[in-house]
């Protein structure tokens, strides 16, 4: 992956790490993120479940605040090859 700079790298990381630590999945397969400076809103997939997050950071890039969200929708059931 790509990253403009070493912090969102680092909010990343943290990220995804915390997400795995909280749910016990071994991966995720799908996150959408989506805010600023004061705050994200994350969905993170794995398989058929879903959960939701909110997280901020400090300057450094390191979680500062992190919160489980309403229960995220099921992921949407995936097309079956051709028959």
Do not use: K, Y
Request: glycine share 10%; charged share 30%; aromatic share 8%.
């Amino acid at each position: 992956m790509f990253f403009c700079c070493s912090i969102c790298a680092v909010q990343f990381r943290g990220l995804i790490s915390r997400i795995r630590e909280e749910t016990g999945w071994p991966g995720i397969d799908a996150v959408e993120i989506r805010g600023d400076r004061r705050g994200r809103e994350c969905l993170a997939r794995h398989g058929s479940e879903a959960v939701r997050v909110w997280v901020a950071f400090n300057p450094e890039g390191e979680i500062l605040r992190f919160e489980r969200r309403e229960q995220a929708p099921a992921a949407p059931p995936r097309p079956e090859g051709p028959s």
